[in-house]
Every structure is written in structure tokens, then in C-alpha cells.
């Protein structure tokens, strides 16, 4: 994840409060606006608890979308990894030539981060599922799965990234001086 330093913020606010997990007065909110290239500006928001390690991040769109949006990039070289991608707590992501989909739950958070930074979240939890008590088989796809995650994240595996919001809330940004294909579409929501 972007630490929100990097972020170039307009200008952060932060205070302390009292965390609603152990009740100390060391919840160290952080909160700024920020302008996104091509995109508009953005609110991100993060809770970080000194005391109990307690987290919570969202990031919010301040004049919302308000169509369903598909992007779709192919990453091809090294440096596409380098992409920043805003997720919306709404968002999935793809990436089926690794065999890779992450839904939103009911906890789920917005985030910012490049793609790289979802291939490291991907291959944090392939490597739970492999130490977890799995079949023989389980266990060799996830292996199978981390080969590929590793080589993606070297940058010697290609590989398509999809983010499928049906808020419209979500963006990938193309990292400054590199020249990218986004394609964006509009996402058609199932009843």
C-alpha cells in the first residue's frame, strides 16, 4: 500500500482519539484530499491505532461516478507494475492468467495502491492457504499459483489486471512518462 506520506497530499489533517478496540486515546486519524490525474479528486482516510495495531483505510471519490466501470490493463513490462490503482471498498479485482480474484466482503476497505502492491496482497494469502491444512491438491495449485505471482511480481510473467466497480468509485492511474493501454468499459450489473 502507497503509505499516504507519498501520496503528495494537498495538505493531511491528523488528530487522535480514543480506538473503539482497546478504548486508548491513540487512534491516529489521517485524512486528506487529493487530486488523481484524469480522475478527479479523492478523500483517503486512514485509522491506525498505536496502541493495538487496530486498521481501517477507505478511499471515497468526492464527486462520485456514477456509472459501473471496468478497467482493464495488460502488464507486459516491469514497469507497469508501477501503476497506481484506487479500489473502492465496492471493487473486485482479476488477474486470471494467475488465477487470481479478490472480492469485497462486508469489511471489505478502499485502498490505494500500484499493481504490484495486489500481486504482494495475492501471494500473502496463497501463502496462508499453502501452510493451511489443505489436500494434496489444494496445495499444488497454490504452489502453482505463487510460481506465477512471484514471476509477475519480478515482472517476467504477463498478465491481464482487471478492477470491476459497480459504484464507478475505482480507477487505475498510469504511472507519469509511461505510455499504457487503460481500457475502460462500462460495467453491466447482474439483477
Known amino acids: 500500500m502507497i503509505p499516504l506520506q507519498e501520496v503528495q497530499p494537498s495538505e493531511a489533517r491528523q488528530r ?7 478504548s486508548r486515546e491513540s487512534l491516529l486519524i ?3 484530499c487529493y487530486e488523481l490525474p484524469n480522475f478527479g479528486n479523492v478523500y483517503l482516510f486512514s485509522a491506525n491505532c498505536q496502541n493495538c495495531g487496530y486498521k481501517h483505510t477507505d478511499v471515497m471519490e468526492i464527486t462520485p461516478h456514477q456509472e459501473p466501470s471496468r478497467f482493464t490493463i ?3 513490462r ?3 507494475l508501477n501503476h497506481i490503482v484506487v479500489r473502492s471498498s465496492y471493487a473486485s479485482i482479476k488477474m486470471p492468467e494467475l488465477g487470481i480474484t479478490i472480492t469485497p ?3 471489505a476497505q478502499g485502498i490505494v495502491t500500484t499493481i504490484e502492491g495486489f500481486l504482494h496482497r495475492a501471494k500473502e494469502i496463497v501463502e496462508f492457504l499453502f501452510s493451511s491444512e489443505l489436500d494434496e491438491d489444494k496445495r499444488r495449485q497454490c504452489l502453482q499459483i505463487l510460481n506465477k ?5 519480478e515482472g517476467k510473467e504477463v498478465f491481464t489486471f482487471i478492477i470491476e466497480d459497480p459504484s464507478g468509485l475505482s480507477i487505475i492511474v498510469p504511472k507519469e512518462r509511461l505510455a499504457t493501454k487503460i481500457i475502460k468499459e ?4 447482474e439483477d
Do not use: Q, S
Not at 16 to 22: D, F, L, M
Not at 149 to 153: L, P
Not at 186 to 189: A, G, H, R, S, T
Open 105 to 107: 466482503g462486508p469489511y
Open 186 to 189: 462500462p460495467l453491466e450489473i
Open 78 to 80: 516491469p514497469e507497469d
Open 30 to 32: 489521517t485524512e486528506l
Open 74 to 76: 495488460k502488464v507486459e
Open 149 to 153: 505471482v512471484n514471476a509477475a511480481i
Open 16 to 22: 487522535k482519539v480514543h480506538c473503539p478496540i482497546c
